[in-house]
Nanobody, 124 residues
Framework: VQLQASGGGLVRRGGTLRLSCAASGFTFDDYAIGWSRQAPGKEREFVATIAWSGTMKNYDDSVKGRFTISRDNADNTVYLHMNRLKPEDTAVYYC??????????????????WGQGTLVTVSS
């Protein structure tokens, strides 16, 4: 089982990045996927989740209107499009897969598999 997060980098305030989460080793379309982030000295927080089918999406208030989560079940990949980035978006971003909550959840114990994280740095 593997979740490979990629696409992080250094971007200026107002910029755009697209994160990818490539999955393998499990039945991808049975699982909801969540993107969470952890900034230095802060708790990990979920920013977006997407149901197994892609029909249900949820966002944290801090990213609503700026971030969009999507998935391609044919390609076993989930994306996080991040627009109008702010310095406070700086964090390591992780993707995770949940079978027990197929419509998505922000409850960390409900996630079965985690990726290794990709660093996003937004300069001011």
């Amino acid at each position: 089982v593997q979740l490979q997060a990629s696409g992080g980098g250094l971007v200026r305030r107002g910029g755009t990045l697209r994160l990818s989460c490539a999955a393998s080793g499990f039945t991808f379309d049975d699982y909801a996927i969540g993107w969470s982030r952890q900034a230095p000295g802060k708790e990990r927080e979920f920013v977006a989740t997407i149901a197994w089918s892609g029909t249900m999406k949820n966002y944290d208030d801090s990213v609503k209107g700026r971030f969009t989560i999507s998935r391609d079940n044919a390609d076993n990949t989930v994306y996080l499009h991040m627009n109008r980035l702010k310095p406070e978006d700086t964090a390591v971003y992780y993707c995770a897969a949940s079978e027990r909550s197929p419509y998505g959840t922000t409850h960390r114990p409900n996630y079965d598999y985690w990726g290794q994280g990709t660093l996003v740095t937004v300069s001011s």
